[in-house]
C-alpha cells in the first residue's frame, strides 16, 4: 500500500504559477512511476505529466509550461505550473504505479487530488 497526499493548490491569476507537491509513504519501494493528473468538471481526467524511468512526459497542452520533477530522498513529486491559464483550472491528482515483481502486475494508487483555479 502507498499513501499519496498533495498539497499546494489554490487561486491563482492567469499568468501566474503554483507549484504541487505529493508526498508517499508505505511501500514506495516498488514504485515504478508517478505521474500528476487532472480533472475539470464535466470532462475526463487526463494525464498532464508522467515520470517513468528516466523518462519524462507531458500532455501537449502544458509542454513548456509545467515542469515534473521528484526528490527521491523525500518521496516527493512535484508540479511546477507556469504561465497558468483559465483552462487549467481543475482538480489534481497525484499518481503512482507499484509493480509486484512476484506477479508482475501492476497497482495504481491516487491521492485525494488538490484543487487548482486560475481566474482573475
Known amino acids: 500500500q502507498v499513501q499519496l497526499v498533495e498539497s499546494g493548490g489554490g487561486l491563482v491569476q492567469p499568468g501566474g504559477s503554483l507549484r504541487l507537491s505529493c508526498a508517499a509513504s508505505g511501500s514506495v519501494f516498488g514504485i515504478v512511476a508517478r505521474g500528476w493528473y487532472r480533472q475539470a468538471p464535466g470532462k475526463q481526467r487526463e494525464l498532464v505529466a508522467g515520470?517513468?524511468?528516466?523518462?519524462?512526459n507531458y500532455a501537449d497542452s502544458v509542454k513548456g509550461r509545467f515542469t515534473i520533477s521528484r526528490d527521491i530522498a523525500k518521496n516527493t513529486l512535484y508540479l511546477q505550473m507556469n504561465s497558468l491559464k483559465p483552462e487549467d483550472t481543475a482538480v489534481y491528482y497525484c499518481?503512482?504505479?507499484?509493480?509486484?515483481?512476484?506477479?508482475?502486475?501492476?497497482?495504481?494508487?491516487w491521492g485525494q487530488g488538490t484543487q487548482v483555479t486560475v481566474s482573475s
Open positions: 515520470i517513468r524511468g528516466g523518462s519524462r
Open positions: 499518481n503512482c504505479v507499484v509493480r509486484d515483481d512476484a506477479t508482475r502486475r501492476e497497482y495504481d494508487y
